[in-house]
């Protein structure tokens, strides 16, 4: 019986010469292309049959005519996908922003030589079919924005070459699993609207250079672990709307690199670490909504890129840092609803980009500086319900730039300016009311013909005015 079959072999083997298995193979990979075809309905394929290599969409290799790429998106497609499973040598497939439905093929995880799979916004449901994790050659799996439901099936667990791994924006339960700690090549693991559990492994970024972590919208807790920031490469950190508290790590400090740090809407506690300075790349910087407290530490002021600093609704006390004048790129700058107190920081007013200030709901206590817009182009003004003093200044009208202007809930005095009529852009809303204001009303608000919402009440003011 063994010598029958072993004589078979030798007999098949010298049958067919090398060429033939190649055109076996061949027309094997265009019976496949033909059917797959037809069945989603690819247009495009199969009027110049001699030559499948060269169809919309497929790459083939070089030193014989074998499936290696086949790139489907955005073409609109539904049905079975199944039978790309016998394409065999593929290394890249990419079936993204298609109709498809229904689960992903099992006999996906034939594919062994998969490098690539990108099967991100269709309709697909179900779980994960454990078979994947066969595909140990895989380095980007992309199953985002699908309908996937069920855990992160400990069968990937094998997939030791994945670098980017992506399943954000589908159903998915249960914990993140430890093993994603041991991915050694993972560079991206972005998780985030789904179901998602538990605390972020303790191990992540440990053993791998990871650069984007996005877990946003989800139900995690537990602190962050100090393994993400430990090799210093991390560059964007997404965390917002979660239930994750604890202190933020002083080892953030260890990635220079890191350019965007959102962790708004959780309970982290603590103060701000000093080594905030220390992230030079840092442009966004959002952590609002959360249980921090302490003085909002001037060390922000040696990151020289930072645009956006958001420390809404949280706890800080103090004044605002002068170092702050220093950051030259700042366009929004939110610090509402905390217990911040003294003058108006005139140092940022002098950044030349800023575009949002907002101080309301705080202590501030100071007054308005005449120098409000001198260098600014500020569109929204936000210092409502603090307990600023004072006059308003005619040179608020060089706020040229204003949409919005909050000053409610303060104690202000004297007369409204006229030259607030002038702020011709002014349209979400001008609020002057619960102040100490008196005198006329000035003729010139009637100018302001683009305003929405206009609120001077609970003052001592008189007279009327005619909108133009
Ligand atoms: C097949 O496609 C190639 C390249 O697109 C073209 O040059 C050739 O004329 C086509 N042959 C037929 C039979 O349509
Ligand atoms: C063709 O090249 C691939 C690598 O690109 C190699 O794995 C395969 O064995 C080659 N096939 C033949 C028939 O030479
Ligand atoms: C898709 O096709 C395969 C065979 O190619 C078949 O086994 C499977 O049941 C089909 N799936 C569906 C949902 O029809
Ligand atoms: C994978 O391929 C083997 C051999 O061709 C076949 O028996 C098996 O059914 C395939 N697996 C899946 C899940 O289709
Ligand atoms: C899916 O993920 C891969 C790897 O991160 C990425 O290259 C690809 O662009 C993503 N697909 C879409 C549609 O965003
Ligand atoms: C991760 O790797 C470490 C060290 O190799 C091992 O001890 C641990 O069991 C692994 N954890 C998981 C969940 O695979
Ligand atoms: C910031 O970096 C400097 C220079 O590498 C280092 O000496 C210092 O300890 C770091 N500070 C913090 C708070 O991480
Ligand atoms: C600031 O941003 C610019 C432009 O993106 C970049 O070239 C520069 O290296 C950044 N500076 C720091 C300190 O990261
Ligand atoms: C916020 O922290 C303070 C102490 O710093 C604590 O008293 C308070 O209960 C915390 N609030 C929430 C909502 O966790
Ligand atoms: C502003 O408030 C702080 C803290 O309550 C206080 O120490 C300071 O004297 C006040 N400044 C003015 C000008 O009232
Ligand atoms: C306004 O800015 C200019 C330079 O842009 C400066 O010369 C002038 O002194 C500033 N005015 C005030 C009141 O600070
Ligand atoms: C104006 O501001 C005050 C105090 O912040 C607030 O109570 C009031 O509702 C605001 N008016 C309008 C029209 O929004």
């Given at each position: 019986m063994a010598l029958s079959s072993l004589f078979t072999t030798l007999l098949i083997g010298l049958l067919l010469s090398r060429s033939q298995l190649v055109i076996a193979q061949l027309s094997h990979d265009q019976t496949i292309l033909v059917s797959v075809g037809k069945e989603l309905g690819v247009s495009g394929w199969g009027l110049n049959s001699s030559d499948y290599c060269s169809w919309p969409g497929i790459g083939c290799s070089s030193n014989n005519s074998m499936v290696e790429r086949l790139v489907l998106s955005h073409r609109g497609l539904q049905g079975n996908v199944t039978l790309i499973s016998e394409l065999k040598a593929l290394k890249w497939l990419d079936l993204s922003y298609n109709n498809l439905d229904g689960s992903?093929?099992?006999?996906?995880?034939?594919?062994?030589?998969?490098?690539f799979l990108d099967l991100s916004a269709n309709k697909f449901g179900s779980s994960i079919p454990i078979e994947l994790g066969s595909l140990r050659n895989l380095r980007a799996l992309n199953l985002s924005n699908n309908l996937l439901t069920g855990e992160i099936p400990?069968?990937?667990?094998?997939?030791?070459?994945?670098q980017d791994f992506q399943i954000f924006t589908n159903r998915l339960i249960g914990s993140i699993p430890m093993w994603v700690g041991n991915l050694?090549?993972?560079i991206v693991f972005t998780a985030y609207e789904n179901g998602f559990s538990g605390k972020i492994p303790d191990n992540l970024g440990l053993v791998s250079e990871l650069q984007l972590l996005n877990l946003h919208s989800n139900q995690l807790e537990g602190s962050i672990p100090e393994s993400i920031f430990s090799t210093g490469k991390l560059e964007f950190l997404v965390l917002t709307l979660n239930q994750l508290a604890g202190n933020l790590p002083e080892l953030i400090g260890n990635c220079r690199g890191l350019s965007s740090i959102r962790i708004g809407n959780n309970k982290f506690i603590g103060s701000i670490p000093k080594a905030i300075g220390n992230v030079s790349s840092l442009t966004y910087f959002e952590a609002d909504n959360n249980n921090l407290s302490g003085e909002i530490v001037s060390e922000f002021s040696q990151c020289s890129n930072l645009t956006l600093l958001n420390l809404a609704s949280n706890g800080f006390t103090g004044t605002i840092p002068?170092?702050?004048?220093?950051?030259?790129?700042?366009?929004e700058f939110i610090v509402s609803g905390n217990s911040l107190f003294g003058e108006i920081p005139t140092s940022i007013l002098r950044s030349k980009n800023l575009n949002k200030l907002d101080l309301s709901n705080n202590r501030f206590n100071g007054t308005i500086p005449e120098t409000i817009c001198n260098t600014s182009r500020l569109q929204y003004l936000l210092l409502g319900q603090n307990s600023i003093r004072g006059d308003i200044p005619h040179q608020i009208g060089d706020c040229v730039k204003l949409l919005e202007l909050q000053m409610g809930s303060n104690y202000l005095t004297g007369s409204i300016p006229p030259?607030?009529?002038?702020?011709?852009?002014?349209?979400i809303a001008l609020n002057l009311s619960f102040n100490h204001l008196h005198g006329v009303l000035p003729p010139d608000l009637g100018r302001l013909d683009k305003l929405v919402s206009l609120d001077v009440s609970n003052n001592q003011l008189t007279g009327t005015f005619h909108l133009h």
């Amino acid at each position: 019986m063994a010598l029958s079959s072993l004589f078979t072999t030798l007999l098949i083997g010298l049958l067919l010469s090398r060429s033939q298995l190649v055109i076996a193979q061949l027309s094997h990979d265009q019976t496949i292309l033909v059917s797959v075809g037809k069945e989603l309905g690819v247009s495009g394929w199969g009027l110049n049959s001699s030559d499948y290599c060269s169809w919309p969409g497929i790459g083939c290799s070089s030193n014989n005519s074998m499936v290696e790429r086949l790139v489907l998106s955005h073409r609109g497609l539904q049905g079975n996908v199944t039978l790309i499973s016998e394409l065999k040598a593929l290394k890249w497939l990419d079936l993204s922003y298609n109709n498809l439905d229904g689960s992903i093929p099992p006999a996906f995880g034939n594919l062994s030589r998969l490098e690539f799979l990108d099967l991100s916004a269709n309709k697909f449901g179900s779980s994960i079919p454990i078979e994947l994790g066969s595909l140990r050659n895989l380095r980007a799996l992309n199953l985002s924005n699908n309908l996937l439901t069920g855990e992160i099936p400990d069968e990937l667990e094998g997939l030791e070459n994945l670098q980017d791994f992506q399943i954000f924006t589908n159903r998915l339960i249960g914990s993140i699993p430890m093993w994603v700690g041991n991915l050694t090549n993972l560079i991206v693991f972005t998780a985030y609207e789904n179901g998602f559990s538990g605390k972020i492994p303790d191990n992540l970024g440990l053993v791998s250079e990871l650069q984007l972590l996005n877990l946003h919208s989800n139900q995690l807790e537990g602190s962050i672990p100090e393994s993400i920031f430990s090799t210093g490469k991390l560059e964007f950190l997404v965390l917002t709307l979660n239930q994750l508290a604890g202190n933020l790590p002083e080892l953030i400090g260890n990635c220079r690199g890191l350019s965007s740090i959102r962790i708004g809407n959780n309970k982290f506690i603590g103060s701000i670490p000093k080594a905030i300075g220390n992230v030079s790349s840092l442009t966004y910087f959002e952590a609002d909504n959360n249980n921090l407290s302490g003085e909002i530490v001037s060390e922000f002021s040696q990151c020289s890129n930072l645009t956006l600093l958001n420390l809404a609704s949280n706890g800080f006390t103090g004044t605002i840092p002068p170092e702050f004048g220093q950051l030259t790129n700042l366009q929004e700058f939110i610090v509402s609803g905390n217990s911040l107190f003294g003058e108006i920081p005139t140092s940022i007013l002098r950044s030349k980009n800023l575009n949002k200030l907002d101080l309301s709901n705080n202590r501030f206590n100071g007054t308005i500086p005449e120098t409000i817009c001198n260098t600014s182009r500020l569109q929204y003004l936000l210092l409502g319900q603090n307990s600023i003093r004072g006059d308003i200044p005619h040179q608020i009208g060089d706020c040229v730039k204003l949409l919005e202007l909050q000053m409610g809930s303060n104690y202000l005095t004297g007369s409204i300016p006229p030259e607030i009529g002038h702020i011709k852009n002014l349209q979400i809303a001008l609020n002057l009311s619960f102040n100490h204001l008196h005198g006329v009303l000035p003729p010139d608000l009637g100018r302001l013909d683009k305003l929405v919402s206009l609120d001077v009440s609970n003052n001592q003011l008189t007279g009327t005015f005619h909108l133009h």
